[in-house]
């Protein structure tokens, strides 16, 4: 073998080896909450990377106490993400049974979703949410609505 092919192939084994090192790595997402309403109740989250189900069926489902919580304002650490393209879904679950409270097909809890898309008389895709994880500490922010307006 030539000194040049030799040359030519250690090149190409090295540029792949960042490649097959991303795809092992893995993130801390923080997500800070905004517009939080009660102290009641724990914020539900539902991580996916898949877009069949979204938002519905659960990737990662994960629950926080809102005891951290400040002016309205909450925000989590979620380790051990692998890097990879997210949506998340977030419920404001008052009486903490991890199920959406509904009146005549609309929330009567609060809601939110990663990128925070305009509302629709239905859910957000998967790609209105969508969002690539690839950074080892990545901050997202969730501002979370509600069906009826603050007393």
């Known amino acids: 073998m030539t000194r040049a092919m030799s040359i030519l192939i250690f090149l190409v084994l090295c ?22 309403r009660s102290c009641e109740g724990q914020i539900a989250i539902n991580i996916s990377s898949l877009p069949k189900g979204f ?8 629950q926080f106490s809102k ?5 309205e ?10 890097y990879g393209i997210y949506a998340v879904s977030v419920m404001d ?14 929330p009567k ?11 629709k008389l239905r859910a957000p895709k998967f790609k209105d949410c969508s969002f ?14 509600y069906p009826r307006k603050k007393k």
């Open 15 to 36: 540029a792949g080896i960042p490649l097959m090192a991303q795809s092992d790595s893995i993130a801390t997402l923080e997500i800070e909450f905004t517009g939080i």
């Open 132 to 145: 690539q994880l690839n950074q080892p500490h990545q901050k997202i922010t969730i501002h979370m609505s």
């Open 67 to 71: 005891d951290q919580m400040k002016d």
């Open 55 to 62: 938002p519905h069926d659960a990737g990662r489902e994960i």
């Open 93 to 106: 679950d008052l009486n903490c049974d991890m199920e959406m409270e509904m009146f005549l097909g609309f």
């Open 109 to 119: 809890e609060g809601y939110g979703f990663s990128l925070n898309p305009k509302f």
């Open 73 to 82: 304002v909450l925000t989590v650490q979620i380790e051990e993400v692998p």
